[in-house]
Every structure is written in structure tokens, then in C-alpha cells.
């Protein structure tokens, strides 16, 4: 189901980028990237292999380095919640993304009620997007200033239905307007090539550095949760680390 949908936002996104409606405010596609799915089956050999000796237990992923982890993004890190936290939560996620949509408007209002509000947790977004569309939306909530960035960004998941369409720059222009733009500075925001450029920085450092592929993906306490994770299971990465201290 996630790889049909996002095949779906993926060609959506070309065609509108083939027909210059987002050609024309100054985005380009960016590479797809592995959705980590299973690889075709091997196909059957001549004759039975002899059996091999039992292979050695799959070593636990590395855990990424933490300068890495802790390098903001060129336009700086939107963080939520104290700095004096003893738990720290990395979001990697696209805007065009439906499970990311999903624990946006599902699991995140609690976790921040929870967790953040209360000073547990320290909350900080970044952007992986899959898409130029999902791109788009990113540097509209940049441009709307880093006190609007997660209000924007929690109205697009919110109304995700309304602007991930053939036609997105309308209902796109119309959200933009609840927070300020006009017209002309919500195609000067689109037209912004460095901003772009920082938006797939972040993503392409994620990718190339941390193995982020796919989205959501979480980093607890720099241990990495894939997927829409529920809040029992945010908890459950969580709490050990307040009992700790």
C-alpha cells in the first residue's frame, strides 16, 4: 500500500513538473529513493544446494554517529520543547507522505502534550522529501517564518487530501494565504533556488549519512524507529530513558 501511494505522488509530481505548473515556480524532480522493499526471489537453482552451516546471527544496525545526527539543517533546526530534555526525537518526514500525515494528526498531539510540553522530550523536525511537491510544502512552511514552520506544516498534513492533487498549486496558494502570503510572495517562496537546494541538503545528508529511506523515520535517543509509529510504541522507546534518570 505505501509503495503504490507513493509511486502515485511520484508520478503525479513529474507530470506536474513535465507540464511547468511547478517547472515555472522553480522546482525540479529530485532522484527517487529506495522504498526498501523486498527484494524479487532468487530464482530456483538446477539442483538442491548441500546444506550450508547455520549462518551467524545478523549483526544489530549501527547506530549513526552522533555529529551526524546532531548536524542541523542549513536553514537550521525547528525544535519543540527544552534543550534540557533527557530525551531527544529527530522526525524525517515528506509532506506528501501518508503515514507521515497520519502520525502528524494522530500521535503527535499526544506525544507533545505528554512528552514535550512537560520538558521530557526535545522534538525536532526535518525534511526528507519524496517529491517535488513534497518539497514544495517544505518551503512554504520556511517561508512563513520558523514560530509558523510546524503550524504550516500541521495544517498540509492535516489537509493532505486537499493539496496532494493533479492540480496542487490552488489549494497550495489557498493555504499559504491562512498564513500570510500573497500571491507574489507565495511564488517567490517557490521560486527560491537556495532554499531548494537546503531542502534536499538535509534530505540527501539523511540518506547518505543516517540510512534514512523511507518516511516516517524517527531517531530516539539516536536509535532509529521506522514507520507511523503509534504513541504506546513512542512510549515504550521513551520512558526507559526517564526512569533513567
Known amino acids: 500500500m505505501t509503495r503504490t501511494r507513493r509511486d502515485v505522488l511520484a508520478t503525479s509530481a513529474a507530470s506536474l513538473l513535465a507540464g511547468g505548473v511547478l517547472a515555472g515556480l522553480g522546482l525540479t524532480p529530485f532522484p527517487r529513493l529506495a522504498l526498501a522493499d523486498p527484494a524479487p526471489p532468487a530464482p530456483p537453482a538446477a539442483s538442491p544446494a548441500p546444506p550450508a552451516a547455520s549462518p551467524a546471527p545478523a549483526a544489530p544496525a549501527a547506530e549513526p554517529d552522533p555529529a551526524d545526527l546532531a548536524q542541523a539543517s542549513p536553514e537550521g533546526d525547528i525544535a519543540l520543547g527544552s534543550d534540557k530534555a533527557p530525551v531527544t526525537i529527530i522526525e524525517y518526514a515528506s509532506m506528501t507522505c501518508p503515514h507521515c500525515a497520519h502520525f502528524s494528526t494522530t500521535t503527535f498531539p499526544e506525544l507533545k502534550k505528554r512528552y514535550i510540553d512537560t520538558g521530557k522530550v526535545r522534538f525536532i523536525f526535518r525534511e526528507f522529501p519524496l517529491d ?11 517561508c512563513a517564518g520558523n514560530d509558523k514552520f510546524m503550524p504550516v506544516v500541521e495544517t498540509l498534513f492535516a489537509k493532505q487530501s486537499e493539496w496532494v492533487v493533479k492540480d496542487p498549486v490552488p489549494p497550495l496558494l489557498e493555504i499559504a494565504k491562512q498564513f500570510g502570503f500573497t500571491k507574489q510572495t507565495f511564488e517567490q517562496c517557490l521560486a527560491n533556488q537556495k532554499l531548494l537546494d537546503d531542502i534536499q541538503a538535509v534530505r540527501d545528508r539523511a540518506a547518505n549519512k543516517l540510512g534514512v529511506n523511507s518516511t516516517p523515520t524517527f531517531f530516539i535517543n539516536g536509535k532509529k524507529l ?16 526517564l526512569k533513567e534518570g
Open 226 to 241: 521506522n514507520g507511523d509509529a503509534s504513541i504506546d510504541a513512542m512510549a515504550k522507546e521513551i520512558d526507559p530513558y
Open 132 to 142: 517535488a511537491l513534497a518539497a514544495a510544502g517544505f518551503m512554504l512552511a520556511r
